[in-house]
Nanobody, 124 residues
Framework: QVQLVESGGGLMQAGGSLRLSCAAS????????MGWFRQAPGKEREFVTA????????TYAGSVKGRFTISRDNAKNTVYLQMNSLKPEDTAVYYC?????????????????WGQGTQVTVSS
Protein backbone atom coordinates (compact mmCIF):
# COMPACT_ATOMS: atom_id res chain seq x y z
CA GLN A 1 0.00 0.00 0.00
CA VAL A 2 1.05 3.54 -0.74
CA GLN A 3 -0.23 6.49 1.24
CA LEU A 4 -0.12 9.88 -0.47
CA VAL A 5 -0.48 13.23 1.27
CA GLU A 6 -0.70 16.47 -0.69
CA SER A 7 0.19 19.89 0.67
CA GLY A 8 0.82 23.41 -0.58
CA GLY A 9 -2.60 24.40 -1.80
CA GLY A 10 -4.17 27.72 -0.97
CA LEU A 11 -5.58 30.97 -2.30
CA MET A 12 -3.63 32.85 -4.94
CA GLN A 13 -4.28 35.76 -7.25
CA ALA A 14 -4.26 35.21 -10.97
CA GLY A 15 -0.73 35.32 -12.34
CA GLY A 16 0.76 33.98 -9.14
CA SER A 17 2.53 30.73 -8.37
CA LEU A 18 2.04 27.79 -6.05
CA ARG A 19 4.03 24.65 -5.43
CA LEU A 20 2.23 21.49 -4.44
CA SER A 21 3.96 18.57 -2.78
CA CYS A 22 2.90 14.94 -2.55
CA ALA A 23 4.64 12.93 0.14
CA ALA A 24 4.41 9.17 -0.14
CA SER A 25 4.79 6.55 2.57
CA UNK A 26 4.35 2.82 2.93
CA UNK A 27 6.41 1.96 -0.12
CA UNK A 28 8.98 3.60 -2.32
CA UNK A 29 7.36 5.30 -5.31
CA UNK A 30 10.35 5.04 -7.64
CA UNK A 31 8.67 2.18 -9.48
CA UNK A 32 5.43 4.12 -10.02
CA UNK A 33 4.49 6.69 -12.58
CA MET A 34 3.04 9.58 -10.60
CA GLY A 35 0.42 12.04 -11.67
CA TRP A 36 -1.58 15.07 -10.69
CA PHE A 37 -5.28 15.33 -11.41
CA ARG A 38 -7.76 18.03 -10.52
CA GLN A 39 -11.47 18.31 -9.99
CA ALA A 40 -13.46 21.52 -10.09
CA PRO A 41 -16.97 21.78 -8.58
CA GLY A 42 -19.51 20.07 -10.78
CA LYS A 43 -16.88 18.67 -13.12
CA GLU A 44 -15.21 15.33 -13.57
CA ARG A 45 -11.71 14.68 -12.33
CA GLU A 46 -9.26 15.53 -15.09
CA PHE A 47 -5.65 14.82 -15.91
CA VAL A 48 -3.10 17.58 -15.29
CA THR A 49 0.35 16.01 -15.62
CA ALA A 50 2.32 12.82 -15.02
CA UNK A 51 5.92 11.73 -14.66
CA UNK A 52 7.59 8.37 -15.17
CA UNK A 53 9.17 6.44 -12.33
CA UNK A 54 12.67 7.61 -13.20
CA UNK A 55 11.56 11.16 -13.86
CA UNK A 56 12.91 11.04 -17.40
CA UNK A 57 9.53 11.42 -19.10
CA UNK A 58 6.68 13.81 -18.44
CA THR A 59 3.35 14.58 -20.04
CA TYR A 60 0.98 17.53 -19.61
CA ALA A 61 -2.57 18.49 -20.37
CA GLY A 62 -2.74 21.16 -23.03
CA SER A 63 -4.37 23.61 -20.63
CA VAL A 64 -1.34 23.65 -18.32
CA LYS A 65 1.56 23.01 -20.67
CA GLY A 66 4.16 25.72 -20.38
CA ARG A 67 2.79 26.89 -17.02
CA PHE A 68 2.99 23.81 -14.78
CA THR A 69 5.99 21.60 -14.12
CA ILE A 70 5.97 18.19 -12.49
CA SER A 71 9.06 16.79 -10.81
CA ARG A 72 9.97 14.09 -8.36
CA ASP A 73 12.61 13.31 -5.78
CA ASN A 74 12.64 9.56 -5.32
CA ALA A 75 15.15 9.83 -2.48
CA LYS A 76 12.52 11.84 -0.58
CA ASN A 77 9.62 9.78 -1.92
CA THR A 78 7.99 13.04 -2.98
CA VAL A 79 6.44 14.47 -6.11
CA TYR A 80 6.01 18.17 -6.82
CA LEU A 81 3.82 20.35 -8.99
CA GLN A 82 5.09 23.86 -9.69
CA MET A 83 2.22 26.00 -10.94
CA ASN A 84 3.03 29.35 -12.50
CA SER A 85 0.89 31.97 -14.23
CA LEU A 86 -2.16 30.68 -12.43
CA LYS A 87 -5.58 31.38 -13.89
CA PRO A 88 -9.02 31.37 -12.24
CA GLU A 89 -9.87 28.27 -14.30
CA ASP A 90 -7.10 26.41 -12.45
CA THR A 91 -9.29 26.51 -9.35
CA ALA A 92 -9.91 22.92 -8.24
CA VAL A 93 -9.01 20.26 -5.74
CA TYR A 94 -5.68 18.82 -6.83
CA TYR A 95 -5.03 15.14 -6.28
CA CYS A 96 -1.78 13.23 -6.37
CA UNK A 97 -1.96 9.68 -7.71
CA UNK A 98 0.29 6.70 -8.25
CA UNK A 99 -0.13 4.70 -11.42
CA UNK A 100 1.70 1.78 -12.91
CA UNK A 101 5.38 1.88 -13.67
CA UNK A 102 5.24 3.61 -17.01
CA UNK A 103 3.51 6.35 -18.92
CA UNK A 104 0.97 7.09 -20.23
CA UNK A 105 -0.89 7.88 -17.04
CA UNK A 106 -3.61 10.20 -18.23
CA UNK A 107 -6.92 8.96 -16.89
CA UNK A 108 -8.16 8.59 -13.30
CA UNK A 109 -9.00 4.93 -13.85
CA UNK A 110 -5.31 4.22 -14.35
CA UNK A 111 -4.51 5.29 -10.78
CA UNK A 112 -3.72 2.69 -8.17
CA UNK A 113 -3.49 5.05 -5.19
CA TRP A 114 -4.88 8.51 -4.46
CA GLY A 115 -4.15 11.27 -2.02
CA GLN A 116 -6.89 13.15 -0.21
CA GLY A 117 -6.48 16.28 -2.32
CA THR A 118 -5.54 19.88 -1.66
CA GLN A 119 -7.63 22.92 -2.61
CA VAL A 120 -6.23 25.49 -5.01
CA THR A 121 -8.25 28.67 -5.48
CA VAL A 122 -7.20 31.34 -7.95
CA SER A 123 -8.92 34.70 -7.75
CA SER A 124 -9.22 37.10 -10.66
Amino acid sequence: QVQLVESGGGLMQAGGSLRLSCAASGRTISSYAMGWFRQAPGKEREFVTAISGSGASTTYAGSVKGRFTISRDNAKNTVYLQMNSLKPEDTAVYYCAAGSGVLPFTTPRMARYWGQGTQVTVSS
